[in-house]
């Protein structure tokens, strides 16, 4: 059961806010999250509660008794977790009919094991007795899937495609690929602070933006602006470069923007604190403190 970011913390209080995003990211819906001690040693945390425990927590992951049919929401899941997360392609890659995939898609919503983030992308205006162009036709606009808990999704990303492997799984295993598996997480709750800051005015849309050309972390629409967003888990600061990329993504897609909004785990770049540009907003760790209040 995903218990949110604020409720989180509230649990562990003794974690600063770089873990608390860490963990959650990890550990929301986690089975035994009442039981577990999130101080000390990051890796053995890891090791004791989930690698150890795999075979306790393997019936969580059970999703239907047919065997053929949870093999293939395994493969699904595992696809969702580590893709893009458009369904369209999870049937295609999977081998998968539509009609077989949208029988198990629908079991999982109806079980609470994924959610859909709805696109907002505009169809295409047509003009009558003029085809569209050939390039197109088969473009189909796609919602997004997201897990209902982060340790679900976790499990899918890390754990459950070296169990179908008959693999041993270690800690050296998930560690390389962990900044960029919180990163979505990162990104979500980038999404929340931006709606936090603005709680005054109305908000009419969030989430991310993706069209058929370009795709952005966060796109927010109040009664009175619009923001548009980046955010980099990395441990790198982050560059003007990124500020004009952004930019370039939203002149593509016609976006009408008041503010940019950059978020990253490491800070910017001198150059990008000293822009003179009054339309940017520069989010670091600290700032995710609201999100605590």
Known sequence: MAVGFKNFYKKFPYLDIKESIIYFAIFDGYPFL?????????????????????EILKKYFIYDENRENQQLIQKILTRLSRGDRKNYKVYSKENLSQIKGRVLFKHLFNIGAIRKEMSREKPFRTIKNQPLKKSLRRYKIEDKIHFNNNFTRFWFFFIAPYIQKNQNITFELI??????????EFEKL???????????????????????DIEIDLLIKTSKRTIAGEAKWKNSKICKNVFNSLQNKCRISKLDIDTFALFSKSSFSKELKSTKFSNIDLYELNDF????L
């Open 175 to 184: 560690q390389p690929f962990l900044d960029k598996y919180i990163s979505l």
């Open 34 to 54: 009442n039981e577990i001690n999130l101080s000390g040693d990051f890796n053995q945390i890891i090791q004791n509660e989930i690698i150890n425990k795999i």
């Open 289 to 292: 403190q609201l999100l605590l």
């Open 190 to 212: 980038s999404n929340l602070l931006v709606i936090e800051k603005y709680k005054d005015e109305k908000i009419l849309s969030y989430g991310s933006y993706w069209d058929k």
